[in-house]
């Protein structure tokens, strides 16, 4: 563990504490200067444990290279001017107290800061008696919520619905279209038509690439090309030669085509419609059932298998964002950015593990990378304000985390001893007791949750 900065002062404190005691938290404070909540700990070591360390140390630099000294066999002031005197020689008993124990006091009072602590020493550590330091840094910010409450959500019926059934089969019927030609000569292109089109593009008189005189088939109203372009294609004819100009852009007027302002020279070819198959045992046969009758009872468990696997996750997602809905004010914006670091992270784990970098995954997935930070920047947000909303929910209903509850998070572990044994021994508790908090605020928001189903 890397050793704490420590700052000394000239302020003096006098502890009453009866020595014998081990470290532990003597006073916790939150402090809220209107941008971040941070907390200050004042931490107390017994005399025992300050003697204990100090031997800890002493006995580390005896084992250095000291001239005329046999290892472990000079003298105590001597191993002191070896450290630069005693002050410098006491600074490090302290640093060496504090690493060996403060960060598991501080676990044990629940406390997470963000980021490394800062530890402040006000009285230069005495051996043979008690040493008290501070402990201070950022902690996530305690919120209340408008209302504590159930909350009210809509959620589709659990069991599978016959509008559900008719449009998995009609999305069946989608997928096995067929496309015939309009022999019509006379037809008059209208949406909903699949037009057999020669295009040759250009922004600005430089070619986009790959559409000189390109054949495309073009679902109008499909998508195929944007929507000013299908409007130019509205009511023309097989042998037309069309020439307009026409916008791709995105929701937020973005474009891959520089400006996105493009010409088109178009000459149509022909036009096709798409045919659906009829719901019959013809179209049953192809999804592997012996009837129409068979096909909409193996729809219909199909559904009902995705239902009990994905209802249960979406009421949990429904109520959640309810409850964060009820939040008082604004999710301080330093919480915001502490936990997009982690989103961010997430992300680039993520990729390491499908074996792709950042750059790769956005070039492989067309993603702009102004949207992607503000995808990463909602994710926070959202993120931020459940741990706001949960905390502060849980605290009001005077929950409270049980050996119970913890051990429920290492229920599927191989060996759950020996794995919270490996929690406790990074101290890392804390973190341990606050998804507890989240799971028990969360089961009472969705066991208590008013629920009113609605045919989507």
């Known amino acids: 563990m890397r050793r704490p900065e420590l700052r000394y002062n000239n302020q003096v404190t006098q502890d009453t504490r009866p020595a014998g005691e081990q470290v532990q938290i003597k006073d916790k404070v939150r402090e809220d200067d209107g941008n971040a909540q941070e907390l200050v700990l004042t931490v107390t070591a017994s005399a025992e444990e300050v003697d204990a360390a100090a031997g800890r140390f002493f006995k580390e630099i005896a084992q250095r290279e000291i001239p005329g000294f046999r290892k472990g066999k000079a ?4 191993l002191e001017q070896n450290v630069g005197g005693h002050a410098n020689a006491m600074g490090g008993v302290a640093e060496t107290l504090i690493n060996e124990l403060a960060f598991g006091a501080i676990d044990g009072a629940d406390v997470i800061f963000l980021g490394e602590p800062q530890f402040n ?33 809509e959620m589709p019926p659990e069991q599978a619905t016959d509008a ?64 000013s372009f299908d409007e130019k294609i509205i009511g023309a004819k097989v042998g037309d030669k069309l020439e307009f100009d026409f916008e791709a852009k995105d929701e937020e007027g973005g474009s891959e085509y520089g400006d996105g302002e493009l010409h088109a020279e178009v000459e149509v070819k022909g036009f ?117 909303a949960l905390e ?16 429920k998070m290492f229920v599927n572990e191989e060996d759950p001893e020996a794995t919270l044994q490996q929690w406790k021994d990074a101290n890392r508790m804390a973190d341990i007791h606050k998804m507890c908090r989240h799971t028990k605020a969360t089961e009472w928001l969705v066991d208590n949750a008013d629920v009113t189903v609605v045919e989507d």
């Open 392 to 407: 502060a929910l849980f605290v009001e209903k005077g929950m409270e985390v049980t050996d119970e509850d913890i051990a």
């Open 121 to 153: 020493v006000d009285k230069m550590l005495e051996e043979g008696k008690p040493f008290t330091f501070t402990v201070s840094g950022p902690v996530a910010p305690q919120m209340k919520l408008a209302d504590y409450g159930p909350v009210a959500i």
């Open 272 to 388: 096709r419609r798409m045919v659906l198959p009829e719901v019959d045992d013809a179209l049953a046969s192809k999804v592997g059932c012996t009837d129409v009758a068979d096909m909409r009872k193996q729809m219909t468990y199909t559904i009902n298998e995705q239902k009990s696997r994905e209802l249960p996750k979406l009421m949990v997602d429904r109520a959640i964002d309810a409850l964060i809905e009820r939040l008082d004010g604004e999710v301080p914006g330093y919480y915001v950015d502490f936990i997009r670091q982690d989103v961010g992270r997430e992300l680039m784990q993520g990729l390491q593990q499908q074996g792709t970098n950042l750059q790769q995954w956005m070039l492989e997935n067309s993603i702009n990378g102004d949207d992607m930070k503000e995808d990463v920047a909602r994710e926070a947000a959202r993120r931020a304000a459940i741990d706001c």
């Open 164 to 227: 559900e059934v008719e449009a998995q089969i009609e999305a069946l019927r989608d997928y096995y279209h067929s496309l015939e030609d309009i022999e019509d000569e006379g037809h008059v292109a209208a949406m909903g038509d699949y037009a057999n089109l020669v295009l040759t593009v250009t922004n600005h008189g430089r070619l986009v690439s790959g559409m000189r005189e390109t054949t495309r088939l073009v679902g109008l109203g499909e998508g195929t090309m944007p929507a």
């Open 75 to 78: 003298p105590r002031s001597v």
